[in-house]
């Protein structure tokens, strides 16, 4: 149970942004929401992550709604090197530090156009 | 490039034999993680190590073990193999406190059980 839900597929043109939504309406307070993805069979990317704040790096920004039930990823300014499998994930952090193993779903299949 | 390594890179074998992977994590990193990644299952988490001892198992088989050596170098057993064994195995490296234990992967075996 990935206990996230994200669309299986989206478009997008080259230079564009990519709006990237995910549900996560059961989350708990501790819960982390996390970004990886994953170009063909490569290993998978860590993006950017966040518990409640926006966050933004230098390859994304990460929107979260105030209630938490869900996020947004943005990639500013889309490239064909984007096209990726892009993965929302939730993960409980251990009070004493460290965390459990990642719980991937299916995923977004961003393609990005010419 | 993360800065996890995984060896070999593709490693080709018949049912029934028995291989070991090898994952060394980025340098200063305590934890690693083994994936398994199949057409059928997605990407699943099978084992988290944590400063050479075991801290979380997730879908691993009896099949399977794992250990990480004092050099934090970590191996992946694979025994009695069979044909749906065939996966990429993907191992990932993280470190307490470090960006709140963010995960990165290598890139990976390719295992083919012929």
């Known amino acids: 149970d990935a206990k996230t839900t994200q669309p299986p597929s989206m478009d997008c043109a080259e230079g564009r942004a990519a709006n990237l939504p995910c549900n996560h309406s059961?989350?708990?307070?501790?819960?982390?929401v996390y970004w990886y993805r994953q170009i063909h069979s490569q290993g998978p990317q860590y993006i950017i992550h966040?518990?409640?704040n926006n966050e933004t790096n230098e390859m994304a920004s990460l929107i979260i709604t105030e209630d938490r039930k869900s996020s947004t990823l943005i990639l500013p300014h889309a490239t064909l090197r984007d096209t990726a499998v892009y993965y929302c994930i939730r993960l409980t952090m251990y009070s004493g530090g460290g965390a459990d193993g990642l719980t991937f779903g299916k995923g977004t299949h961003l393609i990005i156009q010419p | 490039d993360s800065g996890v390594t995984q060896t070999p890179k593709h490693l080709i074998t018949a049912t029934g034999q028995r291989v070991t992977l090898r994952c060394s994590p980025r340098s200063g990193d305590l934890s690693v993680y083994w994936y398994q990644q199949s057409l059928d299952q997605g990407l699943q988490f099978l084992i988290q190590?944590?400063?050479?001892?075991?801290?979380a198992k997730g879908n691993i088989l009896e099949r399977f073990s794992a250990q990480q050596f004092p050099d934090l170098h970590s191996e992946l057993n694979l025994s009695s193999l069979e044909l749906g064994d065939s996966a990429l195995y993907f191992c990932a490296s993280s470190a307490p406190g470090r960006q709140r234990d963010t995960q990165y992967f290598g890139p990976g075996t390719r295992l083919t059980v012929l």
């Open positions: 190590y944590y400063n050479g001892e075991e801290r």
């Open positions: 059961t989350i708990s307070g501790n819960e982390y």
């Open positions: 966040g518990l409640k």
